[in-house]
């Protein structure tokens, strides 16, 4: 079983920048493919960004590519969100996930586990 909890939201004004963080409970953090996702209420999930196993390869949406990095650190169970030039339609609920394959997870399916999410609100 692996936990995870996400911190690092808040409220920014456009334009600026904030850091999601997911900590891992567990020893095998690094056997997952991480990610983090967005829900806005009333519409789906989607991906924004997912990590293979190594932190080697990234895959981002294109709505964000260009402005936010994730990034993970194995050694402290971690998975990182670095959000720039935040604009108001990046608002919404950050899930942080876990789930074997790059693939899957960027289509929204094959997540073993999801973090209770925080809330981005970005100000115009």
């Known amino acids: 079983q692996v936990q995870l909890v996400e911190s690092g939201g808040g409220l920014v004004q456009a334009g600026g920048s904030l850091r999601l963080s997911c900590a891992a409970s567990g020893r095998t953090f690094s056997t997952y493919v991480m990610g983090w996702f967005r829900q806005v209420p009333g519409k789906e999930r989607d991906a924004v960004a997912n990590?293979?196993?190594?932190?080697?390869?990234?895959v981002y949406a294109d709505s964000v590519k260009g402005r936010f990095t994730i990034s993970r650190d194995n050694a402290k169970n971690t998975v990182y969100l670095q959000m720039n030039s935040l604009k108001p339609e990046d608002t919404a609920v950050y899930y942080c996930?876990?789930?074997?394959?790059?693939?899957?997870?960027?289509?929204?399916?094959?997540?073993?586990?999801w973090g209770k999410g925080t809330l981005v609100t970005v100000s115009s």
């Open positions: 996930a876990a789930g074997s394959s790059l693939v899957t997870m960027r289509a929204g399916y094959g997540i073993d586990y």
């Open positions: 990590i293979n196993r190594s932190g080697s390869g990234t």
